[in-house]
């Protein structure tokens, strides 16, 4: 990837190729900025996220259905750091796309995949809060590790499927032939698969996980109420009521995630259904937002999550090499 040393001169993707697109000129500084930024951002998202991957792996008692969904979320998240983010990166800083057609549409297909699949992991754990929260005497039958399991694979698969069409109708589009130079990787669907596309990526998705996530919280409201009035007069707490209060701050929790991903979702795929040339640049900073958050996940468990704190202290200090250490129970140890 040379750059011309002649500023007057016009740089091109492909100077060979007539049909090249034209590249963005950009101080060295500049570019070994972005590379430098763009590089640890990547870093710390595969780190962070293999650790949440490694944690619930490693330690039985950390093998519920909850932490099923969490992992799955958590694998997406680290392929769009470890793949999705160098790549868009590159993407940005060159202002070209040096890796072929065929590529390109499956990179497209890639990032269409890790962000859908995303989402439908939300929906997964709010179905799956809605349960422990609103019906906890019929989770352990209805939420089983085997189900949770059976859900997440229909979920990929699922996802693979849809994005795969849609993508491949992007790249036999008549629209995505249209002044489209040589260099260039951009997504670009008909009329009607937008609409099929906002129903489906969007609307339900939101409609569900508010809906769910509105009942739960009044729910856990409601509980908690009742179990700290009934802590101050004094009563006996029964361990039933203890668990439910745990189970209504893990879904306080998992809602935080929630908001932070939909906060991100939402701007992003508002702006993207805009045709306007001026959206553009903010459309590219609200889907980086939302790459980002793929980072903060594992943040909001570090900072709420007690087991993965101590999770994380046996990786680092590579107890977890120690025989026998994926027994611990994690859920406890960090009261001893």
Known sequence: MAYETEDHETQYCFPAINSSCIKTKRPTHEYNIMYVFFSLLSACTVFLNLLVIISISHFKKLHTPTNMFILSLAVSDLLIGLIVMPLEAI?????????????????LMFIALLLSASLSHLILIAVDRYVAVCHP??????????????????????????????????????????????GECIFTISYAWRVTDLIMSFLFPCTVIITLYLRIFYVAHQQVKVINSLLKGGKHIMKGSLKRKSESKAALTLGLIVTVYMLCWIPYFISSLIENTEMISI???LLWILYISSAVNPIIYALFYPWFKMSVKYIITLKIFQ???????????YQS
Do not use: Q
């Open 91 to 107: 993407k940005l800083i060159e202002t070209c796309w040096y890796f072929g057609d065929n590529l390109c549409g499956l990179y």
């Open 137 to 182: 005497l019929h989770y352990p039958r209805t939420i089983t590790t085997t189900k949770t399991i059976m859900s997440i694979c229909i979920c990929w698969f699922c996802s693979t499927a849809y994005n795969t069409a849609l993508v491949s109708n992007s790249r036999h589009s008549d629209l995505n032939k249209m002044n489209v130079c040589y």
């Open 283 to 285: 459309t590219l900073v």
């Open 323 to 333: 025989p026998a250490s994926s027994l611990v129970d994690i859920l406890t140890d």
